[in-house]
């Protein structure tokens, strides 16, 4: 296998402290003894990795536990990860609400914080909104900006990598905002924004209804549909960070809007409306035979925004959520319509995390974001 | 950045070898000299490559040309890859035909054969008319079988990893049928089975219409529309190997079948005849009324099945390709209504490959598969 020799001893370091902070972040805790048996480490390097990780503020030494001192001599020093010694944001920028999560380092849930906003707001109100909100839910936690090490955002429309939003129609003075440059001048940590369905099926693979599925489909149900999905368990955006955009497949002839087809009056709803949308779901469920019409329109054209997506991937899962309640009724006639259409139908569930799906997965981004610099050689000890 | 050493020699050796191999590869022939620029590695080093390279029959030197003669002293020995110590097949197995392409290990062509087969042809006939294509191609072009190494192979339907066929609609008999290993048993060397749509994506990204696009979507239009699509220059296959399976679309309320929708007669077409829709083609280009009728309808549908897959994936280009004649008409329909209902419209090329596109495609995966041999440490000199 060979050995690195002859390079800059300085790295060989930094690769053993990194080696030694993952094994600490897979245990409650462990003795020196038990971190040279888990990474393989001689007991000096081992030491010097905790020393310097210790200093660097990521590992803390435990106190000692009570029945340790019924043992004879001195208990073994044991560490552990220094989870709280920094933080995470996830946030949902969203047409009615800034929605917000806190964590620690290792993922823990530490706090939530939402306000509604208008739908008519403009971006400078927005902004200033998901200030307001972020700010408040630090001090109720008793959380310092400063230790906040990555922030994850979820927003309406096409993203570029450097966070700047082409595309957006459903907020206002969204389109071409330098999203991403606005939020790193107000926070002291990297500031990663994604496209808000995207978000939503990291999130359900990682705690709610594909969790182990490295191919699904996250589907925006409601009135402005969209659509995320993983390949191979990574965000799959396109060439143009259009992918999954379904919103206007109606220009293709299959079917109405949303809003039109969801409509038991003649005029159809309002766009942004997804209260209505609750409604109608539940006079159906009561049985009332207009609003049943009109859900059954707004499945065809679910079952035909679904289909396209599911024969173009082919994914193992497709989880559907959205704002709306009463989304379930729509599960049965997907399935049952798509295992026409398709040579291997994916199986349908309806997402386990409901409206904390996007905030959920905008800390997934942050975590996944400070993970990958604690593994990466120089950046577990500064 | 440090040096391997304390490992097994021979594997130092091999990864030179390798490396030597690779320069050679790039060049049309080389002294000594120039792959030890080439290289970085030293003179002995890349003397004791060559000799290996020249055992193994991978490597030959080149003999001297006259004008070298008019220079004073010996002139340097030059050496180069002996593309001609092996030799490569690209197979498409389609409803009507067994075509075929042999190249040497650089991919250069050195012929090709195709054997019309009736469409109803049970597997063993259409597997005994595929060995006998194959031996008169090799007998014509006067190469050994057993000089072959690596067979790529094209085939409708979804396939598995190991080459088993799982559903195949259009070739009897052909559904769970063990193709790859039937095939291992005939060839002397790797046999590498894919779906047909996904090869001809390949090839048009090698040498066709999309050169250079990592992202591209090659739509198979016609009686049995397929898909297959690259993404970061690689083949989606999706969960269960039926990613880009358009054919089932229309039971999702998208439209009749193409054979139906190209109909001129009120009966639909025969659903595997692809020169009544050639016939069809030309006559609405002559301005017959029916048929341009028909085309329109066709049209809708091509439209519904590619903007699927575009919403999806958000492909940099979509290549259209398939047996029929004429299928120029569709691109700019194609093009318009795209750029309606996607936010990032791709280019819509045609399939620069033709009826080629299959085989093309089958010839590349052979072709990659020895290239990826050759770059791997161990295989280079045996």
Same mark, same amino acid.
């Not at 964590?103 to 939402?114: A, E, K, P, V």
């Not at 107000?186 to 496209?195: D, G, Q, R, S, T």
């Not at 402005?224 to 002839?253: D, F, V």
């Given at each position: 296998?060979? &050995?690195?020799?002859?390079?800059?001893?300085?790295?060989?370091?930094?690769?053993?402290?990194?080696?030694?902070?993952?094994?600490?972040?897979?245990?409650?805790?462990?003795?020196?003894?038990?971190?040279?048996?888990?990474?393989? +480490?001689?007991? #000096?390097?081992?030491?010097?990795?905790?020393?310097?990780?210790?200093?660097?503020?990521?590992?803390?030494?435990?106190?000692?536990?009570?029945?340790?001192? /019924?043992?004879?001599?001195?208990?073994?020093?044991?560490?552990?990860?220094?989870?709280?010694?920094?933080?995470?944001?996830?946030?949902?920028?969203?047409?009615?609400?800034?929605?917000?999560?806190?964590?620690?380092?290792?993922?823990?849930?530490?706090?939530?914080?939402?306000?509604?906003?208008?739908?008519?707001?403009?971006?400078?109100? *927005?902004? !200033?909104? @998901?200030?307001?909100?972020?700010?408040?839910?630090? &001090?109720?936690?008793?959380?310092?900006?400063?230790?906040?090490?990555?922030?994850?955002?979820?927003?309406?429309?096409?993203?570029?990598?450097?966070?700047?939003?082409?595309?957006?129609?459903?907020?206002?003075?969204?389109?071409?905002?330098?999203?991403?440059?606005?939020?790193?001048?107000?926070?002291?940590?990297?500031? @990663?924004?994604?496209?808000?369905?995207?978000?939503?099926?990291?999130?359900?693979?990682?705690?709610?209804?594909?969790? !182990?599925?490295?191919?699904?489909?996250?589907?925006?149900? !409601?009135?402005?549909? !969209?659509?995320?999905?993983?390949?191979?368990?990574?965000?799959? /955006?396109?060439?143009?960070?259009?992918?999954?955009?379904?919103?206007?497949?109606?220009?293709?002839?299959?079917?109405?809007?949303?809003?039109?087809?969801?409509?038991?009056?003649? &005029?159809?709803?309002?766009?942004?409306?997804?209260?209505?949308?609750?409604?109608?779901? %539940?006079?159906? %469920?009561?049985?009332?035979?207009?609003?049943?019409?009109?859900?059954?329109?707004?499945?065809?054209?679910?079952?035909?925004?679904?289909?396209?997506?599911?024969?173009?991937?082919?994914?193992?899962?497709?989880?559907?959520?959205?704002?709306?309640?009463?989304?379930?009724?729509?599960?049965?006639?997907?399935?049952? *319509?798509?295992?026409?259409?398709?040579?291997?139908?994916? *199986?349908?569930?309806?997402?386990?995390?409901?409206?904390?799906?996007?905030?959920?997965?905008? +800390? %997934?981004?942050?975590?996944?974001?400070?993970?990958?610099?604690?593994?990466?050689?120089?950046?577990?000890? #500064?």
């Amino acid at each position: 296998m060979g &050995q690195l020799t002859g390079g800059d001893p300085s790295l060989l370091r930094r690769i053993n402290s990194a080696v030694v902070l993952r094994a600490l972040r897979g245990t409650r805790h462990s003795s020196l003894t038990e971190l040279v048996g888990m990474t393989g +480490l001689s007991r #000096p390097t081992v030491e010097g990795a905790v020393d310097g990780l210790v200093e660097a503020g990521l590992v803390v030494e435990v106190e000692p536990e009570p029945q340790d001192n /019924r043992r004879q001599g001195r208990p073994a020093r044991r560490y552990r990860f220094h989870a709280e010694s920094g933080h995470l944001l996830g946030v949902e920028v969203g047409v009615h609400r800034v929605h917000t999560l806190l964590s620690d380092l290792s993922g823990r849930l530490l706090g939530s914080h939402t306000r509604q906003v208008a739908e008519s707001a403009s971006a400078e109100d *927005r902004l !200033g909104l @998901l200030d307001q909100v972020v700010t408040e839910l630090l &001090q109720r936690a008793g959380v310092a900006r400063d230790t906040l090490r990555a922030v994850g955002v979820g927003t309406p429309g096409i993203v570029e990598a450097n966070g700047t939003v082409r595309l957006c129609t459903a907020l206002p003075g969204w389109t071409e905002l330098p999203l991403g440059e606005r939020l790193r001048g107000a926070f002291p940590c990297p500031v @990663l924004v994604e496209n808000d369905a995207n978000l939503a099926a990291v999130a359900e693979r990682w705690k709610g209804a594909a969790a !182990g599925s490295d191919d699904l489909v996250f589907v925006l149900a !409601g009135l402005s549909p !969209g659509a995320g999905s993983l390949i191979n368990g990574r965000i799959h /955006r396109g060439h143009g960070g259009a992918a999954g955009e379904i919103g206007a497949l109606h220009l293709l002839g299959l079917g109405a809007t949303p809003e039109r087809l969801l409509s038991t009056t003649g &005029q159809p709803l309002h766009p942004l409306d997804e209260n209505a949308v609750t409604e109608v779901f %539940r006079l159906a %469920r009561e049985g009332d035979p207009v609003a049943g019409s009109a859900v059954d329109r707004f499945v065809g054209r679910l079952v035909q925004d679904v289909g396209a997506l599911v024969v173009a991937l082919d994914p193992e899962v497709v989880v559907v959520g959205g704002w709306a309640a009463g989304l379930d009724d729509v599960l049965e006639p997907l399935r049952t *319509r798509l295992a026409r259409c398709c040579l291997r139908p994916p *199986r349908v569930e309806l997402s386990a995390l409901g409206d904390a799906a996007i905030t959920t997965g905008a +800390l %997934r981004l942050a975590l996944d974001h400070v993970e990958e610099r604690f593994s990466a050689v120089g950046a577990a000890a #500064p």
